[in-house]
């Protein structure tokens, strides 16, 4: 099994910066991170195969940025410009392979506990 755990969230003005981190106890073929808001449903936000380019939900390309450091087991999501609709619970997800393909929530078998992200004006 996978083992995710994230920390970073927090809160922030709009036009502000935070960086999450993600803890993997192992990896899937596909790792990536997703977020859900009040009374919508979880979405891709970025993450790609191991070792490939990430793929960006084209909401945060340009403002969010996905790294791993391999010596530490560890995802980050590095959000700038952060905007209102950015507010949501932040999760970082593993997978098989397909997962990378369908961007789909279903796809991913592991799952952190989430982090909070709030952005206010």
């Known amino acids: 099994d996978v083992q995710l755990v994230e920390s970073g969230g927090g809160s922030v003005q709009a036009g502000g910066s935070l960086r999450l981190s993600c803890r993997a106890f192992?990896?899937?073929?596909?790792m990536g991170w997703f977020r859900q808001a009040p009374g919508k449903e979880r979405e891709w936000v970025v993450g790609?195969?191991?070792?490939?380019?990430?793929t960006y939900a084209a909401s945060v390309k340009g403002r969010f940025t996905f790294s791993q450091d391999n010596a530490k087991s560890t995802l980050y999501l590095q959000m700038d410009n952060l905007k209102l609709e950015d507010t949501a619970m932040y999760y970082c997800?593993?997978?098989?392979?397909?997962?990378?393909?369908?961007?789909?929530?279903?796809?991913?078998?592991?799952w952190g506990q989430g982090t909070q992200v709030t952005v206010s004006s």
């Open positions: 997800a593993a997978g098989g392979s397909v997962g990378c393909f369908s961007l789909r929530p279903v796809d991913f078998a592991f």
């Open positions: 790609g195969h191991v070792g490939d380019a990430p």
């Open positions: 192992g990896y899937g073929d596909c």
